[in-house]
């Protein structure tokens, strides 16, 4: 079976880590975002897909949920000696030489899809990871009230403040004048199985679909496309995920989700874009918005989805695969 998934960072990978129990014949290909990529000391960053590939190969740091195990942060130390910063983000010294890798390797003439095979090639993540796109999108935040309002780097949004302040907007910058990577949409194509992992809506899956032509392929797909709700109790499980919903007018509710995604063969309220979802699942607190649901069209079932250990994230995997079934028959 040939499984495509559209992945952010941490819960994408954490995802796909069940997958591949659950499903240890299928054909993954994953494809990424980039929208949260930045440049940072001269060197090209790319955060989600890193997550994956680390996640995977067995070089993440488990606990953290990002970055290299058994890191040390000397190279940021000196750097901050010399009053180099940011100072906010997170760059380990293990985890510098992955971005020096990238970095030559684009400077070289290399495509990101290309360098990212190569750096595959040393962590054998067991499926294809395919950014969503070779071209630069960055997603932008736009925060602040009048005179301040202004629009940060994503990173700068999430990571040094933390989400602390309201989002008026999230802009993929890029986006629409980028083409999806190759591979991705004849992927999308011949799919039998798309699935959405709890991976952040609008920053994470929501950027890929951004790219033009990839929202219209999953959409037009005769493959089932599932999800699984990254919102558990109203709330995101980690992260601040409800700022970035609250910016494009999107509740933190599971079955809030499922709309702004959309059924397929739908179109999403208020807005012309195409639907997508033949599933979703939802977690079993969240059983009282099955209803809701399955009235915008799209199948649904309430089932335990916290990632708590790799059986847990399997047996939500299993959920997924017997609802594209059910949607199948
Ligand atoms: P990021 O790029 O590292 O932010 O990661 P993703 O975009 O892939 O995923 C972030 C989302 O994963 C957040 O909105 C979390 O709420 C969600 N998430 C994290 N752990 C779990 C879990 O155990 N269960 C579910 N259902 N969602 C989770
Ligand atoms: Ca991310």
Redesign the pocket.
Known sequence: MRIVVL?????????LRGLKAAAPEADITVIG?TG?DIHLFGLKVC??LD?VMYTLGGGINEEQ??GRDDESFRVKEELAAYGVGPEWFGLGDRDFATHIVRTQMLDAGFALSAVTEALCARWQPGVRLLPMTDDRVETHVAIGEGGERRAVHFQEY?VRMRASVDAHAVVPVGAEQATPAPGVLEAVADADLILF?????V???GTILAVPGIRDAVAASGAPVIG?????GD???????DKVLAAVDVESTAAAVARYYGAKGRSVAQTERAGLLDGWLV?TVDAGSVGEVEAAGIRCRAVP????DVD??AA?VREALALAEEVRA
Do not use: H, K, Y
């Open positions: 992945a952010g960072g941490i819960g994408g990978a954490r995802f975002n949260d955060p989600d997550t949920g990002w999430w992992p709890p991976s952040n809506p920053v994470s899956i699984l709700s990254p919102i558990v709330a995101p499980v980690r992260g601040m995920a977690d989805l916290m990632m708590t847990a994230t939500m």
